[in-house]
């Protein structure tokens, strides 16, 4: 499994979920400290402002209490809350993971290593245009489900 947070200029941090490791709040925390980490090396400037918001979906280990407390809240890192039953609102679903299952799907591997190797190239290929368009979709979708006050669809 692939964990990848990016911003609008490109992938910050991925990491991939080791075979059988469970995704609970302690490996989560270690994940969002690896991120901060990058987030330290790749984009300095928002680090040293404290300019960036995490925006993450709502599965358990990522919302547990424990989890945004030992990383996020202790070093003030804002975060935007996702609304349930929204992929419209999820740059993941929307965009990232649409990428690489076009690239990757049909293809055969004959190794798990194969298939990180081929995902991370597909991820780091992306150009930063794409990922600056898939932020402005974003804010498109966002200002649809406020105007809708908090009643958001997938547009057909």
């Given at each position: 499994m692939?964990?990848?947070?990016?911003?609008?200029?490109?992938?910050?941090?991925?990491?991939?979920?080791?075979?059988g490791?469970?995704?609970?709040?302690?490996?989560?925390?270690e994940?969002?400290?690896?991120?901060?980490?990058?987030?330290?090396?790749?984009?300095?400037?928002?680090?040293?402002?404290?300019d960036?918001?995490l925006?993450?979906?709502?599965?358990?280990?990522?919302?547990?209490?424990?989890?945004r407390?030992?990383?996020?809240a202790?070093?003030?890192?804002?975060?935007?809350q996702?609304?349930?039953y929204?992929?419209?609102?999820?740059?993941?679903?929307?965009?990232?993971?649409?990428?690489?299952?076009?690239?990757?799907?049909?293809?055969?591997?004959?190794?798990?290593?194969?298939i990180?190797?081929?995902?991370?190239?597909?991820?780091?290929?992306?150009?930063?245009?794409?990922?600056?368009?898939?932020?402005?979709?974003?804010?498109k979708?966002?200002?649809?489900?406020?105007?809708?006050?908090?009643n958001?669809?997938e547009?057909?």
């Open positions: 692939l964990l990848a947070f990016f911003d609008s200029e490109g992938i910050v941090h991925h990491d991939y979920v080791p075979d490791q469970t995704i609970n709040k302690e490996f989560y925390v994940v969002l400290r690896r991120l901060r980490e990058s987030d330290r090396r790749k984009r300095p400037e928002k680090w040293r402002d404290g960036w918001i925006h993450h979906d709502n599965a358990p280990a990522r919302t547990h209490f424990t989890s407390a030992a990383v996020l202790k070093h003030g890192t804002a975060q935007l996702q609304p349930p929204s992929p419209d609102l999820t740059p993941c679903d929307f965009f990232l993971f649409p990428r690489l299952k076009k690239v990757l799907n049909g293809h055969r591997y004959k190794a798990t290593e194969d990180k190797q081929n995902s991370t190239k597909t991820l780091l290929d992306i150009p930063k245009e794409e990922f600056a368009k898939c932020f402005e979709q974003l804010q979708g966002w200002a649809k489900c406020v105007a809708a006050e908090g958001c669809a547009d057909s």
